[in-house]
């Protein structure tokens, strides 16, 4: 009976650690405040648990990450999370700063945990950071502090995951599938930095075949 009950709690661990659900990070057009609650309806019902906000043509996701939230849109954020936490749905804010950002610049890392720290008071418990679609270099100035653009990411990561007390987080790497791997998945160095140096409370997006022996 005993062990009956230990397989049913490590099968309950697993399901709820499992992430299986929509990322709403495509460009152009945002979906509406109503199509996002539809989705978080459909989502309970199939049986989905997580929904991340990344979309892409919103400037205070991507191109202007550094901006707060006006009043009128933390309204907007704090009821979206509300009715993804009553169907039962993680929602999970993203954050994509890779554009412009300088990672030894600490106003720079100052202004990512601000951000984070404001949507935290909307309800958000579930964070991520994405660093796709991005060129793989770094500027000078992180050059002399930075050995490559994966441990300038991968400091930055830590930094805001730890300041945040660590919750819920999610990183998307650069090199985020194989067909991005340079020369490859197995021999990337970018992607053992990757896996060797992000906290082991942070997990990985990954697109396609599995990231051998990373988290």
Not at 132 to 153: C, L, N, R, V, Y
Not at 160 to 172: E, G, N
Request: hydrophobic residues 35%; glycine residues 6%; contains cysteine.
């Amino acid at each position: 009976m005993t062990d009956d009950v230990n397989k049913a709690s490590e099968n309950q661990n697993s399901s709820e650690n499992f992430h299986c659900g929509v990322v709403e990070g495509f460009y152009g057009r945002p979906w509406t405040t109503e199509q996002r609650k539809d989705l978080f309806e459909k989502m309970k019902k199939l049986g989905m648990n997580t929904y991340m906000y990344a979309p892409k043509d919103d400037f205070k996701h991507r191109a202007y990450w550094r901006e707060l939230y006006t009043v009128e849109e933390a309204e907007h954020l704090t009821n979206l999370i509300q009715s993804a936490i009553e169907n039962g749905i993680s929602f999970f804010y993203a954050l994509s700063p890779g554009l412009d950002i300088t990672y030894s610049n600490q106003k720079e890392v100052a202004c990512l945990k601000r951000k984070l720290e404001q949507v935290s008071q909307f309800g958000c418990t579930a964070f991520a950071l994405l660093f796709d679609d991005i060129e793989p270099d770094i500027s000078e100035t992180d050059k002399e502090i930075f050995q490559s653009f994966g441990h300038a990411q991968v400091s930055v990561t830590n930094e805001v995951f730890q300041h945040l007390s660590q919750p819920k987080f999610l990183f998307c790497p650069t090199e985020y599938c194989a067909g991005r791997a340079i020369p490859n998945v197995q021999n990337s160095e970018y992607l053992n930095t990757v896996g060797t140096k992000l906290l082991p409370g942070i997990d990985i997006m990954w697109t396609g075949k599995t990231f051998f022996g990373f988290h």
